[in-house]
């Protein structure tokens, strides 16, 4: 038998090479200028000729890849779809690991201060739809003229906090009609523990969730990733829990982002859950600080990578602190802020 000469083996593996790169050197020939016409054309993945952007019809899934027709997309979904997986994974990560500009609900919209991350440090009021810091909840109110007025009205509109559990349904229910998110959200978490006269309801709970996440509530996306993990209405399904966290994540809910780096560490990839955690701490949360002491404690994260957190949680605190805060946090349990 004739062997196959080592000039022919190094073609043959030349030109693997060469039809494994067919994709990425497409992505170079995608846009081109003519010298005599003032427009853009690019070139088809698949067959190589040349049209006009407008009319190319692109990889509706990495949104990179063009082609002339359906047919060519088709012919060469096989030779892309390694190419388009990995873009698209690519793609996921940047969406997921990039900061949020802070906690989903921003400032206190009354001492202009960052709200803090813990429930406990914040309240919602159905009558005006405003997330309020637990300082200026618990701080005297004054009218305009700077003359103390009943404490049990709302700081922001003062209306009187609701009488009854009606009252409070009836400011529920015209939130709604409004699109409120946040009130959609609260609704969800009433029906889920059958709370302020709702009665227990694990379905209409999941409706109101995913009403409030597709407004872009955060928390929302978090209760539904909970629910799925643990069976609460619908069944378990882990590959669910985590696409619904990771909405919440992307949305700023320091919970969910926590539960991922939890789910990271088990499935050891720790240079992934180092990154959920650092973007947690940013965040506000104390839970993710503790998990990375314990990683550097067990040799999994650096002395730098503990110090950079403590750091991140630190300028986090100097952020949300405020003498108003501490004194409401003193006098009541339920007004810790962190």
Not at 179 to 195: E, F, I, T
Not at 325 to 336: F, H, L, P, Q, S
Request: include cysteine; charged fraction near 25%; charge should be positive.
């Amino acid at each position: 038998m004739t062997s196959t000469p080592d000039s022919c083996k190094d073609g043959a593996s030349k030109l693997s090479k060469i039809n494994d790169g067919v994709c990425e050197m497409n992505d170079m020939l995608q846009n081109i200028s003519t010298e005599d016409k003032d427009i853009v054309v690019s070139i088809c993945a698949n067959c190589g000729k040349e049209n006009s952007t407008d009319n190319m019809n692109i990889c509706n899934k990495c949104n990179q890849v063009k082609y002339c027709n359906a047919a060519c997309k088709k012919k060469h979904r096989s030779k892309h779809k390694k190419q388009c997986d990995r873009r698209v994974a690519e793609l996921h990560d940047e969406k997921l690991f990039k900061q949020p500009p802070s906690q989903q609900h921003g400032d206190c919209p009354i001492c202009f201060l960052r709200l803090p991350a813990l429930e406990s440090g914040y309240r919602y009021h159905a009558c005006c739809g405003k997330v309020i810091c637990s300082g200026c909840v618990y701080a005297p109110v004054y009218d305009n003229q700077g003359n103390k007025v009943d404490s049990q009205k709302c700081p922001y509109c003062r209306t009187p906090w609701p009488s009854s559990e009606e009252e409070l349904q009836e400011r529920y229910k015209n939130r709604v009609k409004a699109g409120d998110p946040q009130a959609l959200n609260n609704l969800g978490v009433y029906y889920k523990h059958g709370r302020q006269g709702f009665p227990q309801d694990y379905t209409k709970a999941l409706a109101y969730w995913h009403r409030a996440g597709e407004l872009g509530n955060a928390e929302a996306f978090a209760s539904i990733g909970f629910a799925y993990y643990n069976g609460k209405g619908v069944e378990v399904d882990e590959t669910k829990a985590k696409h619904y966290h990771e909405l919440a994540a992307i949305g700023g809910d320091t919970l969910s982002r926590y539960y991922l780096g939890i789910m990271e560490v088990k499935a050891d990839n720790l240079d992934r859950a180092m990154k959920h955690h650092m973007i947690s701490i940013r965040s506000g949360c104390d839970g993710s600080l503790e998990m990375i002491k314990d990683m550097y404690s067990k040799g999994y994260a650096t002395k730098e990578d503990y110090t950079k957190a403590l750091r991140a949680y630190q300028e986090y605190l100097v952020d949300i602190k405020s003498p108003q805060r501490d004194k409401a946090a003193a006098t009541y349990e339920n007004c810790r802020y962190y």
